[in-house]
DNA sequence: AAGTGTATCAACCGCCCGGAT
DNA sequence: CATCCGGGCGGTTGATACACT
């Protein structure tokens, strides 16, 4: 099978006169394009179809925007990006009059760089700390698991002590290790709550609930963003691996850490699901770096601000994954986790579908990606367990009811993904 | 002013997919 | 069913513009 367009004889190629442009555009205006292949010929061009195909859809189209993209643009861009990943031409899709060409090198012109310079891994749009850190954790549990193939947690600990992880291994840290282990012994993995966005959120969720007062629990606020990498641009990252779901790192010192369990505290039977264990040490660290306080502004309303030394036009933490949507009907209208409150639009679904009595009054994101700050701010009047009490009467229905309609708007808002 | 490095952008290349034969 | 072929897409290249020393 041959490419013949490329290989015949006397096409020209390289950059476009003006002289082609004009017959090209003369062309397609008077009878439109048709079949590309034949449009050379019909143009009188010296080029193949696919060269005047490119040339319109990228250059002559009288649709195009041109100028520089804003910063919408390039936020929306990267919105997608982190949606499609590489998918130009669907990302172009929702800009209208630019084209995936010119998306695509203003991503690996300017933005892919941007993003490296906050530390943020374009690809998978994670902190690279993150990431890196993600591979320790991977690495570490295969180790676990090849270690707990052999005669003890001893040997294991001990095997680690004179490996070179990059992670120090000193006696407290193994002793984490051993606690951890006990806590989630391989056999009751799944049935154990682990230590996952679940887990954060439940924290922040029940925070807010029953500390609304003086909601002076920020902590736990970031916590869960953190999680979720809201912190992008911070020098300080949490990462955790489903696989050793129960170990931290700060990627700062690339030490790793364990959370502080003490499962006599708070449980208010709305989340039955999720264990009533608290983080509480550890997240002091995620917040170090960073002006956290929490506020009154009317004296109903309490929030918490979270000011960040740098910013970045988060896409993770407030935004939806295609992948989330693959659920099944099935896993869908299961138990009402707070894992199907995350799998859709986060603050959307706190805004919108979560709080009917709109619980949460104020949901203001503002973030840029360049600026030198930004401010999440979050006002909650706290009515989360109401509702969550709904929930538990009619599980199924309700949530299965939210999927279907967030996998139908899908499809509306983005079109069909291939 | 000249040289060098970097950024931007238009265009090409090669692969894949789906319809036609 | 196999092959052909055009269209479409993402990755890459090369030319040019621009910034900096």
């Given at each position: 099978m041959g490419r013949r367009c490329c290989y015949k004889q006397k096409l020209r190629k390289g950059l476009w006169s003006p002289e082609e442009d004009e017959k090209l555009v003369n062309h397609i205006t008077k009878y439109?394009?048709?079949?590309w292949s034949s449009v050379p010929k019909l143009a009188a061009l010296q080029r193949c179809g696919k060269s005047c195909r490119l040339r319109w859809i990228n250059y002559?189209?009288?649709d195009l925007k041109r100028g520089t993209f804003s910063q919408q643009e390039e936020n929306l861009i990267i919105q997608l990006h982190s949606l499609l990943g590489n998918k130009w031409s669907q990302i172009a899709s929702r800009?209208?009059?630019?084209?995936d060409n010119e998306i695509k090198n203003l991503w690996n012109s300017s933005i892919n760089k941007k993003l490296r310079q906050k530390g943020?891994?374009?690809?998978?749009?994670?902190?690279l700390s993150v990431v890196e850190n993600e591979e320790k954790v991977s690495a570490i549990s295969m180790n676990i698991e090849k270690a707990s193939e052999g005669t003890s947690e001893l040997n294991f600990i001990e095997s680690h002590e004179n490996?070179?992880?990059?992670i120090q291994t000193d006696k407290s840290k193994s002793s984490l290790v051993t606690m951890t282990m006990d806590r989630y012994p391989s056999n009751t993995t799944t049935s154990a709550a682990p230590l996952t966005h679940e887990f954060f959120l439940e924290r922040f969720i029940t925070t807010h609930e029953t500390s609304?007062?003086?909601?002076?629990?920020?902590l736990e606020l970031a916590s869960y963003l953190s999680f979720r990498q809201?912190?992008?641009?911070?020098n300080i990252g949490l990462s955790m691996n489903s696989?050793?779901?129960?170990l931290l790192f700060n990627s700062k010192n690339s030490e790793m850490f364990t959370p502080q369990f003490n499962s006599s505290i708070t449980n208010?039977?709305?989340?039955?699901?999720?264990?009533?264990s608290i983080l509480t040490s550890p997240i002091a660290a995620v917040a170090s770096n960073d002006s956290m306080r929490t506020f009154t502004s009317d004296g109903s309303n309490t929030g918490i601000e979270l000011q960040r030394n740098s910013s970045f036009f988060d896409s993770n933490a407030f935004s939806w994954g295609t992948a989330d949507y693959d659920k099944s009907e099935k896993e869908a209208s299961i138990?009402?986790?707070v894992t199907d409150l995350e799998d859709i639009k986060w603050s959307e679904y706190l805004h919108n579908q979560l709080l009917p009595g709109n619980a949460i009054t104020n949901n203001q994101i503002t973030q840029d990606?360049?600026?030198e700050k930004s401010i999440i701010q979050l006002t909650t009047q706290g009515s989360l367990s109401t509702w969550l009490q709904n929930q538990q009467q009619q599980p199924s229905l309700q949530t299965a009811s939210i999927y279907n309609k967030h996998s139908q708007r899908i499809p509306d808002a983005f079109g069909q993904f291939s």
């Open positions: 439109g394009h048709g079949c002559l189209r009288p800009l209208p009059g630019r084209t943020i891994d374009p690809n998978t749009h994670k902190l490996s070179n992880n990059g609304t007062a003086s909601c002076n629990k920020p809201l912190n992008y641009g911070s696989n050793t779901n129960n208010d039977n709305t989340l039955p699901s999720i264990s009533n138990h009402p986790s990606l360049y600026g």
